[in-house]
């Protein structure tokens, strides 16, 4: 029996059924090519964000999001260097180790001080008039009358107050060199009609102001990179502590020192005596009941802006932490003329005295929730030459790391264990037992130090339109970095005003 020849319309339908497959083969093939492709992509972006120069903003970004904590910070700085002291008396995997992870920055000086420029070379003629005067202002506690009885002066007292704030404001400016005024003009001043004029609100007006120069003018500019390493007194010998010493005083002078369990506050007394009071404990995180040999850091950064903040350019505004709550926090106000902006941030810079370390503000955009997915290099990179207003939240963060977890994370892992190679200090079995870096850092109208004077006379309103805003009232990350060499002091993130 003879097949039936299929009909025109079979052989068109089998056609068009061929070519349906052909068709949803090749959307399927270039949808698989296309998502290998962004797979491609998403791990070339992670390793442009995961790698890089040990002091890039990325490779700090990278430090930063393997800590835990809602506000964070870390100083890649002071790590690196703390790094570097221990090299010297490593050797073999040990030293490799670390030579691997600090690459080209092995051969880099991280000296204790670290150079510093000032706004002003003040006139040391003017200057000694200036603290005379500034002690007699003290020593008529004219401070507490401003508070108690500003208004009830008799003019004779009035008068006294009046002419040694003029005193004091000569002085000043002839001290910066802004106005020159003779030690003897300044010396004979006298009230005119115009001081006659003057009210209590003048007067309080002019006192404040005077307080806030005086406060500018008395922050020691100061940044210490601190590395010590402490030894258990009982693991050495009187005679072997003093070999120890004179084998390493050359790399390390008095960088070297000895504990005692008992006796331990000396660890933190020299801490508190590094940074002025600002970092007061360590030793109350750590075993030293158990511990043989301890790293311990910290970076002291303590400078007033290049120009400070305006008291009223200063408002209470609500701080929106990750969980959504509305925190009141005193956000500083001023105008920029460049910021920066990629496609996950906007960000923005702001000088310290001298201009050689900045600031930056970073505010991530919406979904971004970690620093390395900023791709910080990017955005720094990224300069718009446009005004912009910027807010800056004041605030303190005081923390304290142990970086031996950040470390073996980032293959440095022998240092800790018992397989550590110190033999370079002849000395048996000796490892690691902690890395501890404590860091304390603020933010406020005249820099990273706290102000005692009270702000007054907010304005309302400081706005204009039509202009880039970069406020930071919610969660942000932060850097202080220096100019020349792009070292990273600080990086850090604020999520809450709680210190969490």
Same mark, same amino acid.
Not at 231 to 243: I, R, V
């Given at each position: 029996?003879?097949?039936?020849?299929?009909?025109?319309?079979?052989?068109?339908?089998?056609?068009?059924?061929?070519?349906?497959?052909?068709?949803?083969?090749?959307?399927?093939?270039?949808?698989?090519?296309?998502?290998?492709?962004?797979?491609?992509?998403?791990?070339?972006? %992670?390793?442009?964000?995961?790698? !890089?120069?040990?002091?890039?903003?990325?490779?700090?970004?990278?430090?930063?999001?393997?800590?835990?904590?809602?506000?964070?910070?870390?100083?890649?700085?002071? +790590?690196?260097?703390?790094?570097?002291?221990?090299?010297?008396?490593?050797?073999?995997?040990?030293?490799?180790?670390?030579?691997?992870?600090?690459?080209?920055?092995?051969?880099?000086?991280?000296?204790?001080?670290?150079?510093?420029?000032?706004?002003?070379?003040?006139?040391?003629?003017?200057?000694?008039?200036?603290?005379?005067?500034?002690?007699?202002?003290?020593?008529? @506690?004219?401070?507490?009358?401003?508070?108690?009885?500003?208004?009830? +002066?008799?003019? %004779?007292?009035?008068?006294?107050?009046?002419?040694?704030?003029?005193?004091?404001?000569?002085?000043?400016?002839?001290?910066?060199?802004?106005?020159?005024?003779?030690?003897?003009?300044?010396?004979?001043?006298?009230?005119?009609?115009?001081?006659?004029?003057?009210?209590? @609100?003048?007067?309080?007006?002019?006192?404040?102001?005077?307080?806030?120069? *005086?406060?500018?003018?008395?922050?020691?500019?100061?940044?210490?990179?601190? @590395?010590?390493? *402490?030894?258990?007194?009982?693991?050495?010998?009187?005679?072997?502590?003093?070999?120890?010493?004179?084998? +390493?005083?050359?790399?390390?002078?008095?960088?070297?020192?000895?504990? /005692?369990?008992?006796?331990?506050?000396?660890?933190?007394?020299?801490?508190?005596?590094?940074?002025?009071?600002?970092?007061?404990?360590?030793?109350?995180?750590?075993?030293?009941?158990?511990?043989?040999?301890?790293?311990? @850091?910290?970076? *002291?950064?303590?400078?007033?802006?290049?120009?400070?903040?305006?008291?009223?350019?200063?408002?209470?505004?609500?701080?929106?932490?990750?969980?959504?709550?509305?925190?009141?926090?005193?956000?500083?106000?001023? *105008?920029?003329?460049?910021?920066?902006?990629?496609?996950?941030?906007? !960000?923005?810079?702001?000088?310290?005295?001298?201009?050689?370390?900045?600031?930056?503000?970073?505010?991530?955009?919406?979904?971004?929730?970690?620093?390395?997915?900023?791709?910080?290099?990017? +955005?720094?990179? /990224?300069?718009?030459?446009?005004?912009?207003?910027?807010?800056?939240?004041?605030? #303190?963060?005081?923390?304290?790391?142990?970086?031996?977890?950040?470390?073996?994370?980032?293959?440095?892992?022998?240092?800790?264990?018992?397989?550590?190679?110190?033999?370079?200090?002849?000395?048996?079995?000796?490892?690691?037992?902690?890395?501890?870096?404590?860091?304390?850092?603020?933010?406020?109208?005249?820099?990273?130090?706290?102000?005692?004077?009270?702000?007054?006379?907010?304005? #309302?309103?400081?706005?204009?339109?039509? #202009?880039?805003?970069?406020?930071?009232?919610?969660?942000?990350?932060?850097?202080?970095?220096?100019?020349?060499?792009?070292?990273?002091?600080?990086?850090?993130?604020?999520?809450?005003?709680?210190?969490?």
């Amino acid at each position: 029996m003879k097949k039936k020849k299929k009909s025109i319309s079979e052989k068109k339908a089998n056609k068009k059924l061929v070519l349906l497959f052909l068709l949803l083969f090749l959307v399927v093939f270039v949808s698989l090519l296309d998502k290998n492709r962004k797979e491609e992509k998403q791990m070339n972006e %992670q390793v442009i964000y995961f790698t !890089g120069e040990i002091n890039s903003p990325n490779y700090a970004a990278n430090l930063l999001d393997q800590l835990d904590g809602k506000n964070k910070i870390i100083s890649p700085y002071n +790590l690196n260097s703390s790094l570097i002291l221990l090299y010297e008396f490593t050797d073999n995997n040990t030293k490799k180790e670390i030579e691997t992870f600090l690459g080209a920055e092995i051969s880099k000086s991280y000296p204790y001080e670290l150079e510093v420029k000032r706004k002003y070379e003040y006139n040391k003629k003017y200057e000694k008039l200036y603290l005379e005067y500034i002690q007699n202002f003290f020593g008529e @506690n004219y401070q507490e009358i401003i508070i108690t009885n500003l208004k009830g +002066l008799k003019k %004779q007292e009035k008068d006294k107050l009046l002419v040694l704030l003029n005193q004091l404001d000569m002085s000043y400016k002839s001290m910066i060199g802004e106005q020159i005024f003779t030690i003897e003009s300044i010396q004979k001043y006298k009230t005119t009609k115009e001081d006659e004029q003057k009210n209590a @609100n003048h007067i309080k007006t002019i006192i404040n102001k005077t307080l806030d120069i *005086y406060e500018t003018y008395s922050i020691k500019k100061e940044i210490k990179n601190i @590395n010590y390493l *402490y030894f258990n007194e009982a693991d050495f010998t009187k005679k072997e502590q003093t070999l120890l010493i004179k084998q +390493l005083e050359n790399n390390a002078k008095q960088k070297i020192d000895f504990f /005692n369990i008992v006796e331990s506050t000396k660890i933190d007394d020299r801490i508190r005596k590094e940074t002025n009071e600002k970092i007061k404990y360590i030793t109350e995180t750590i075993d030293l009941e158990g511990s043989h040999f301890l790293s311990i @850091n910290t970076l *002291y950064f303590h400078s007033n802006w290049e120009i400070p903040i305006e008291k009223k350019r200063i408002k209470y505004v609500e701080f929106e932490n990750e969980k959504k709550e509305k925190q009141i926090v005193e956000m500083m106000y001023e *105008y920029v003329d460049e910021y920066y902006e990629n496609e996950y941030a906007k !960000g923005f810079r702001k000088e310290f005295e001298g201009e050689d370390y900045s600031f930056i503000g970073i505010l991530p955009k919406e979904g971004i929730g970690t620093a390395s997915s900023i791709n910080l290099n990017e +955005l720094l990179s /990224n300069k718009k030459e446009e005004k912009a207003l910027i807010g800056i939240p004041k605030f #303190t963060i005081t923390k304290e790391i142990d970086c031996k977890t950040i470390l073996e994370q980032n293959n440095i892992k022998e240092l800790f264990s018992k397989e550590a190679d110190f033999s370079k200090i002849n000395k048996e079995s000796l490892k690691l037992d902690a890395m501890i870096q404590k860091t304390s850092f603020t933010i406020a109208e005249k820099g990273s130090v706290e102000s005692e004077i009270e702000s007054t006379d907010l304005e #309302t309103t400081y706005q204009e339109k039509n #202009t880039t805003e970069i406020v930071l009232n919610k969660p942000f990350y932060y850097l202080v970095l220096q100019k020349e060499t792009q070292d990273i002091l600080y990086i850090g993130k604020l999520s809450t005003l709680k210190n969490g």
